[in-house]
Antibody, heavy 118, light 110 residues
Framework: EVLLVESGGGLVQPGGSLRLSCAAS????????MTWVRQTPGKGLEWVAN????????YYADSVKGRFTISRDNARNSVSLQMNSLRAEDTALYYC???????????WGQGTLVTVSS | QSALTQPPSASGSPGQSVTISCIGT?????????VSWYQQHPGKAPKLMIY???KRPSGVPDRFSGSKSGNTASLTVSGLQAEDEADYYC??????????FGGGTKLTVL
């Protein structure tokens, strides 16, 4: 069974940093693209970033480029999202997802909540 | 790039068919076959329903179907059932190594 478990969310002040992690199991992690997607409370989904299997390709939404960094550890089956210079508009539920079929996320975690507020 | 455009709401009676549209531009939906649809029930994570415009993952009922014409993609739910009531989001490759979601459509089964 594919399982994705996010952690690391919490309350942080504007300008602060937070590191999210996603532990993966039940599939060949080192062969999979991995993605972070966020959802503002009560609103829609926003693609944040993704990374190719060997970590050589990292891609970001314009809204987070230069502030967020996606990384992965294939030995530990985990993907992370380092978030710096956080803003109020980054407040959201952050999902980790596997891109298990071409161009789509076929498995999702339950999300970790990030709140940016003073 | 702006979010793809979806109607905020759609509805139908049990057994009926409903189609949800997703409008983009020539640079995203117009040129990408990486179009997917997600179902989200309240308090739950999204679930993939359609990928590559028309393909259904294993376990998704064939009542769900996808299509695309030009800059517009569509999700059709046939034979509506009560459990189909949820939010639905479209997503497309954006053409710049990114993906774009639609704003979501709340489907109500009357």
């Amino acid at each position: 069974e594919v399982l994705l478990v996010e952690s690391g969310g919490g309350l942080v002040q504007p300008g602060g940093s937070l590191r999210l992690s996603c532990a993966a199991s039940g599939f060949s992690f080192s062969s999979s693209w991995m993605t972070w997607v966020r959802q503002t409370p009560g609103k829609g989904l926003e693609w944040v970033a993704n990374m190719n299997p060997d970590g050589s390709g990292k891609y970001y939404a314009d809204s987070v480029k230069g502030r967020f960094t996606i990384s992965r550890d294939n030995a530990r089956n985990s993907v992370s999202l380092q978030m710096n210079s956080l803003r109020a508009e980054d407040t959201a539920l952050y999902y980790c997802a596997r891109d298990g079929v071409p161009g789509a996320r076929d498995h999702w975690g339950q999300g970790t909540l990030v709140t940016v507020s003073s | 790039q702006s979010a793809l455009t979806q109607p905020p709401s759609a509805s139908g009676s049990p057994g009926q068919s409903v189609t949800i549209s997703c409008i983009g531009t020539r640079s995203d939906l117009g040129t990408s076959n990486y179009v997917s649809w997600y179902q989200q029930h309240p308090g739950k994570a999204p679930k993939l329903m359609i990928y590559e415009v028309t393909k259904r993952p294993s376990g998704v009922p064939d009542r769900f179907s996808g299509s695309k014409s030009g800059n517009t993609a569509s999700l059709t739910v046939s034979g509506l059932q009560a459990e189909d009531e949820a939010d639905y989001y479209c997503c497309s490759h954006g053409g710049r190594d990114n993906y774009i979601f639609g704003g979501g459509t709340k489907l109500t089964v009357l």
